[in-house]
């Protein structure tokens, strides 16, 4: 079978080389994301492999003409792609499930960061400001921790944090015995009212988005820290920036941020971003801001080609 790969980075061609040997598959590479002028790309393929690009109705239809018969995207989160226009004309979409230790790992990290005020030491440090004023960190084993979402990575974030001696409260619509083992489950209400750090690892459906708003926040601890490594829509990014100037929050850890896709993995180096809120967060002292990377290992970048490739053929052949 023949995979048109999409968004190919150089560190993942040798990923695909190796699992498309692997899977019999023959793979169309390109560095090119999907578009109407890359399409053609796919013809004489039976599936595409993709990754954050979004993917709408136009783009299927070309796809569908060429008798594509799967799209898979090499990521957790799937809602880049119209998968119920996609399932009308036939065609599966799948996403990949990837090592969670990668983004539960990095949670815990920003976690630490940001109860330690690292990004003030750090900046301070370059300027040679050796001074401790306004650096005093708090410890982790004294907090409450909220965890939102106890799906494959909120669960290996509380297992991660369960080291640490700190009282965790979960919420989720599905509740599980492993977490309970480690984690209270309790009300979002109460989550909210009873964290100092709430962490986000919930996806985004149309019931989550902007569940961080003026009215949520106003309901949690003053001085509450927010670790956001899911999705930027779950966080109504003018609320934050509001409650971060009144210091309702005290500091927030982003890897992820509303309109991102426009800017994340691109180098602005010699150019302006134009993303007006990311520029007021990241100024922010108690702000920690990262392009999207919470994902990104070897291991899970392994897991991502492999399952990506081995979805393709399964579902196009
Ligand atoms: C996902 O896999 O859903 C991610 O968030 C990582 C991806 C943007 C590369």
Redesign the pocket.
Known sequence: MKIAVYSCREDEIHLFEKYGKEYGAELVISALPPTKETAHLAEGCQAVDI??TPVGRDLIDIWNGYGIKAIST????YEHVDHEYAASLGISVS??S?TPHTVAEYTVMAMLMSIRKMKAILTRFIGQDFSLKDIRGKELCNMTVGVIGTGKIGETVIKNLSGFGCRILAYDVYQKDSVREYAEYCSLDTLYQESDLITLHTPALPETCGMINKNTISSMKDGVILINMA?GVLVNTADLIEALEKGKVAAAALD?VEGESAIYYKDFKYRPVGHHQMAILQAMPNVIMTP?T???TDEAVGD?VRYSIEHCVKNAT
Request: proline share 0%.
């Open positions: 990754i954050t090499r990521t957790v989160g996403n990949v990837y999705r992820v999207h919470a994902f990104f991502m």
